[in-house]
């Protein structure tokens, strides 16, 4: 008898082969779809396919802390996989669509000249020199009257041209803060100038033309000498007062930013925003270089004696506090940072709050004698880019010129293309976009075109890793020298890296403890705090991009595939 005869003897051998050939057909059609999802990378806003990978763009990401740079054994998919996350990232932080893909709009700003120091900032100890010469550190001069001197000067303008730009740089600072700045000939100076080309002695090379224009030094004692300092790429060239070349004044007031303790500005309109904004004949500094510069020294003391400016920022005028309830053990309606304090609403109270666990003493007040004819229990709160300060709640929002809502407010939300009875509202800077967020959802306002921006609403989770769906609250706070992001759900917060695009580690953790200075024991649970963290179990988004629940059905397809297959061929 054949092997065939034996092990069909229950079957007829056509049907044999049937339950075979099919057998095997499913197994390569389940390699096939391994292969396929194994592949896929991600498309670019145009369908264009995966994002080529540029070793000149990869480098770029690298330099300026967008993606690690891989050891020898990374491999190609590795490198690719890098490629596109840093991409996503650049473009997270500055605002544009996130598609890990070089898009126009990502490589206009890519191509732009700007300053060395890189965005995203390497976390370690003090021990760590080039790690905190780069770092957010937050650290600043333990004294106001500032000496500078010229170690070199370019031959692209005379020497008096530069003294007065870089003067006049200077002043940008001190014009705002109890700062000065006086000019030295000889002897020692708290910050050194240097023009220079390539490699200069300080192990930061510059490149040449275009690139890189200059950079400077935090005043960090670990960095031995070096602290304040500012060097520019001599292989620029720098012009004054004129649209033509690379205007030194605004490259010199950008690196003193860093000389003083400021990290760069995820806020494209900002001085200390990275990139070469050109020249400006009636430069002002905007007012987030303001706030976060008088975070770290404080606002120039009034002189009567000078003129007064011809704009300031809009300031609240605050109506006298009134004693409140207790502050720990709130679920809050909403928290939000409106000229530079943070704001807490809960039902007809509201907080404020400076400095970081220190709320203001007698607070709460009543919304309605602060807000003018504001409402209580309201959804959302934020102040837009231009100083407006805006609320939610159910299916209106209002406007405030400081304490008083515009004529004409409230509206229906639905004007503006949003769904009513929103969870948060989040401000991204000066880049005119707002975030709103609605269950697990969110949308992407563009305040500078008033709708809603294309592709939008999307999964929370897929573009806020880490991040729950069905928020209280989120905010940014600026600390003096970067944004963090901030977002709650009860009583439980979590911290989001802007940088690194997911939720800080060891997060969440209770917002009353960390922010309002409540001791676990004064905790009461107020409401249900729920199962704070969400899951969604074989629906989740790995890393490169690709769907874990299509992973895991293929994978016990081809299992089931090859068990059948072999459980056929031994019988």
Not at 187 to 192: F, L, M, N, V
Not at 223 to 237: K, N, Q, T, V
Not at 360 to 385: C, G, Q
Not at 492 to 521: K, L, Q, T
């Amino acid at each position: 008898m054949t092997r065939t005869s034996t092990e069909c003897s229950n079957v007829s051998a056509r049907t044999c082969y049937l339950w075979r050939t099919l057998a095997l057909a499913l197994f390569i059609v389940a390699i096939q779809c391994s292969i396929a999802n194994a592949q896929t990378e991600p498309e670019g806003e145009d369908g264009d396919g995966p994002a080529a990978l540029s070793s000149q763009y990869f480098g770029y990401l690298q330099k300026y802390g967008y993606a690690q740079a891989n050891g020898p054994d990374a491999g190609t998919l590795r490198t690719q996989e890098e490629y596109s996350r840093g991409l996503r990232a650049f473009q997270s932080m500055y605002g544009l669509r996130e598609t890990g893909t070089l898009s126009a709009e990502t490589k206009e700003l890519l191509d732009k000249p700007r300053c060395g120091i890189p965005d995203v900032q390497p976390r370690g100890g003090p021990g760590q020199i080039r790690a905190r010469r780069y770092a957010h550190s937050g650290l600043k001069w333990g004294k106001k009257d500032l000496t500078y001197r010229f170690l070199s000067y370019t031959n692209d303008m005379s020497q008096s041209d530069q003294v007065h730009a870089i003067k006049k740089a200077f002043q940008v600072w001190s014009d705002i803060t109890p700062l000065t700045f006086t000019e030295r000939y000889t002897g020692a100076a708290d910050i050194y100038l240097k023009f220079a080309i390539f490699d200069h002695g300080d192990g930061y090379p510059f490149d040449g033309e275009g690139g890189t224009l200059a950079h400077a030094f935090f005043p960090d004692p670990y960095l031995r000498g070096l602290e304040g300092d500012a060097h520019f790429d001599d292989y620029e060239s720098f012009t004054v007062n004129t649209d033509a070349g690379i205007d030194l004044f605004i490259v010199a007031a950008h690196e003193f930013g860093h000389s003083l303790g400021l990290g760069h500005s995820t806020d494209l309109s900002a001085l200390m925003a990275p990139f070469y904004s050109g020249y400006k004949a009636d430069f002002r500094l905007p007012y987030d270089d303001q706030l976060g510069i008088q975070l770290l020294y404080g606002a120039k003391p009034y002189d009567p004696n000078e003129n007064e400016p011809e704009e300031k920022p809009p300031v609240v005028t605050l109506p006298p506090p009134k004693p409140g309830d207790d502050r720990c053990s709130k679920v809050y309606d909403a928290i939000s940072s409106i000229r530079g304090e943070i704001f807490l609403f809960k039902g007809s109270n509201v907080w404020r709050m400076r400095v970081l666990g220190q709320p203001m003493e007698n607070y709460p007040i009543k919304i309605s004698s602060f807000f003018k004819d504001l409402p209580k229990n309201i959804d959302a709160s934020y102040e837009r880019f231009d100083s407006t300060i805006m609320f939610f709640k159910g299916a209106e929002y209002w406007e405030y010129d400081n304490l008083e809502a515009r004529e004409g407010f409230p509206k229906p939300i639905s004007e503006l293309g949003l769904p009513d009875d929103i969870d948060a509202a989040l401000p991204w800077g000066y880049t005119g976009k707002t975030y709103f967020f609605k269950g697990k959802k969110y949308w992407r306002y563009d305040e500078y075109e008033k709708k809603v921006d294309a592709d939008y609403p999307k999964l929370i989770r897929e573009g806020w890793k880490g991040v729950p769906g069905n928020l209280f609250a989120a905010f940014r706070h600026y600390d003096g020298y970067s944004y963090s992001t901030y977002f709650l759900k009860y009583r439980r917060y979590w911290r989001y890296d802007e940088n690194r695009g997911s939720v800080d580690e060891g997060y969440p953790r209770i917002f009353d403890v960390d922010w309002m200075g409540c001791a676990v024991g004064d905790l009461e649970l107020e409401g249900s705090d729920g199962d704070i963290q969400e899951y969604f179990p074989f629906k989740t988004t790995t890393d490169d991009g690709t769907n874990s629940a299509t992973n895991l059905r293929i994978n016990i397809f081809m299992a089931s595939c090859l068990l059948i297959l072999l459980s056929l061929f031994q019988r």
